[in-house]
Nanobody, 123 residues
Framework: PLVESGGGMVQAGDSLRLSCVASGRITLNAMVWFRQAPGKEREFVGSISYHGRNTEYSDSVSGRFTISRENGDNTSFLQMNNLKLEDTAVYYC???????????????????WGKGTLVTVSS
């Protein structure tokens, strides 16, 4: 399973770092972060390839969020800077089916989901 941590309540403009620890090896899989805001559909946040050299972000977080990974620790991170009210959501860490992930495949490209961690941004 995947376990996310690091969520909480922050003010707009603050930073927060989410962590995701996998129980098994993730060295051959891309990692993908999603989020679901209250009353909205789940959306893609960003992804990182198996070796960490390729990343992709949604337009709404590009330039503010950074995904990284430490394969030796089976861990992925989501660094979130300059948080905005609209970033309030439950954030999910996932393992992709292969070494790279294309957002066009959606949920079909995901083989494991974490339970999520809540991030609340207030003014």
């Amino acid at each position: 399973p995947l376990v996310e941590s690091g969520g909480g309540m922050v003010q707009a403009g603050d930073s927060l770092r989410l962590s995701c620890v996998a129980s098994g090896r993730i060295t051959l899989n891309a990692m993908v972060w999603f989020r679901q805001a209250p009353g909205k559909e789940r959306e893609f946040v960003g992804s990182i390839s198996y070796h960490g050299r390729n990343t992709e972000y949604s337009d709404s977080v590009s330039g503010r969020f950074t995904i990284s990974r430490e394969n030796g620790d089976n861990t992925s991170f989501l660094q979130m800077n300059n948080l905005k009210l609209e970033d309030t959501a439950v954030y999910y860490c996932t393992i992709a089916r292969g070494p790279f992930y294309s957002r066009s495949v959606g949920d079909d490209g995901i083989i494991s989901w974490g339970k999520g961690t809540l991030v609340t941004v207030s003014s």
